[in-house]
């Protein structure tokens, strides 16, 4: 089965057929970095982070693009409530993001490209929208898009402009000759970061950047546009539009857009106090446990943060590990009825919850011959998910626990176990069993000695 993805613009699925041979360019809207990551931003970064390593195990040549926001009113806004330079906002929770990153296993993009380092490109390109027609200068020193002027406005959404003039969204602005107009140019105000430009001095807006940044990296028409289903409108209309005025070309092929995470079946948002950053969950539960969970349901949908969700991934993320116990893993079997049956789900637009039932079906199998090659493959085809990435006693011994013993204790309670065994006093033995597992922590008898797990 050939790759098919569903592209938000036709709303249908598509047969995927790159520009180029066997290359392929995917630019995704990045996070706009004035805190902590959270775990809706996870989601983007783990979805897209699972289409590019299908991608590559398909035989493309992927080039990954993921943008940085390094200036907006809100990095502006918390840089003076921190009192801190607008720079070493940005820096500290660039690199923030970069470990919440590598923590949840995700690889990090080919492309990083920041707003900030792109300002030739975004001048550039509201000067080639002036001139032909398709942008004006305001009285206010902005600079705005005439949406009016693109006869396909809305196209992505399915919005139209008669129902968007009428909608409550339509800022109601003196200087624009259109309320619909956005802003490609923001005038600069009293102590806010400027840069210079042919109407003054400003920033741009934040539209503008992404069609800047992904046109430099990948040209001016490319493969897949992705990112969270809260971009289609504006964002992504408004990059339709403003990249097709200025380069004349079709701008993306196919658009992605995966699900929100929702906290207890209601829309995460911090005025309801149901927001969760990443490094918060990591502290409750193991990376691959996290992102098993996001993959769980397929991309395009809502995904519900609960703790009985999370906790099932937990128990699913463990039955994978826990068929490779006593298994020797070998190279990978090939031409197996699992390897065909995954490659065809992950083809059928990243079915994600349809391959993990393929990686039970394996697992189970494993379980019942303790064949090495079929080990082997349970480890490659996890492993092109992000999965079953540590070997088996890290995992169990790495889980996130509110035990109060480390491992050396641990280490020293199994010794004493194993004395009082030894003496045959199996009380003391049964007692420091029923101890470490009160305090979170399991323990694992084999002809090889005992080894244990966070439960």
Request: aromatic share 10%; charged share 25%; with cysteine.
């Amino acid at each position: 089965m050939s790759l098919q993805i569903f592209n938000t613009e036709s709303r249908q699925k598509e047969v995927f057929k790159p520009i180029h041979e066997n290359q392929v360019g995917i630019y995704v809207c990045g996070v706009t970095v004035y805190d902590l990551c959270h775990i809706g931003h996870a989601r983007v970064m783990v979805v897209f982070d699972t289409v590019v390593r299908h991608l590559r195990a398909l035989g493309y040549e992927v080039k990954y693009v993921r943008n940085i926001t390094d200036i907006d009113d809100k990095i502006i806004k918390r840089a003076l409530e921190n009192n801190e330079s607008i720079q070493s906002l940005t820096e500290r929770m660039i690199k923030e993001m970069h470990a919440d990153e590598t923590a949840m296993n995700v690889l990090r993009p080919d492309m990083e490209p920041k707003a900030t380092e792109h300002m030739d490109e975004i001048k550039g390109m509201i000067g080639s929208l002036i001139d032909k027609g398709f942008a004006y200068p305001a009285s206010n020193g902005d600079v705005y898009f005439k949406v009016k002027a693109f006869e396909n406005y809305g196209r992505l959404s399915g919005k139209h402009l008669d129902e968007l003039e009428a909608g409550s969204r339509v800022e109601v602005n003196t200087v624009k000759q259109d309320p619909m107009d956005f802003v490609l140019w923001k005038a600069s105000k009293a102590d806010e970061p400027a840069w210079d430009s042919s109407w003054g001095n400003g920033r741009p807006g934040w539209h503008i950047e992404c069609s800047a940044m992904s046109t430099k990296c990948l040209g001016n028409h490319f493969d897949i546009h992705g990112g969270g289903m809260d971009l289609t409108f504006p964002h992504h209309d408004n990059e339709i539009a403003q990249s097709e005025c200025a380069t004349g070309e079709h701008y993306v092929n196919t658009w992605m857009h995966c699900g929100f995470v929702r906290i207890d079946d209601e829309k995460m948002s911090k005025s309801l106090n149901n927001f969760f950053t990443i490094r918060e969950v990591l502290k409750i539960y193991h990376p691959e446990v996290i992102r098993y969970f996001l993959l769980a349901s397929h991309y395009r949908s809502p995904v519900n943060y609960t703790e009985e969700n999370l906790e099932v991934a937990k128990a699913s993320v463990a039955r994978l590990y826990s068929a490779l116990q006593g298994v020797e893993i070998g190279q990978a079997a090939t031409g197996t009825k699992f390897e065909k049956e995954f490659v065809e789900v992950m083809n059928d637009d990243f079915n994600t919850p349809k391959a993990f039932a393929v990686l039970f079906e394996l697992a189970k199998e494993v379980n019942k011959t303790r064949d090495t090659g079929l080990a082997g493959l349970l480890v490659k085809l996890s492993n092109q998910i992000g999965l079953l990435e540590q070997d088996i006693e890290t995992f169990f011994q790495s889980q996130p626990s509110n035990s109060e013993l480390d491992e050396a204790q641990i280490e020293a309670f199994i010794e004493e176990r194993k004395q009082a065994r030894a003496n045959k006093d199996f009380a003391r033995s049964d007692e420091i069993r029923d101890h470490l597992k009160e305090q979170g922590i399991e323990l694992l008898d084999s002809a090889d000695g005992t080894t244990w797990r966070q439960i």
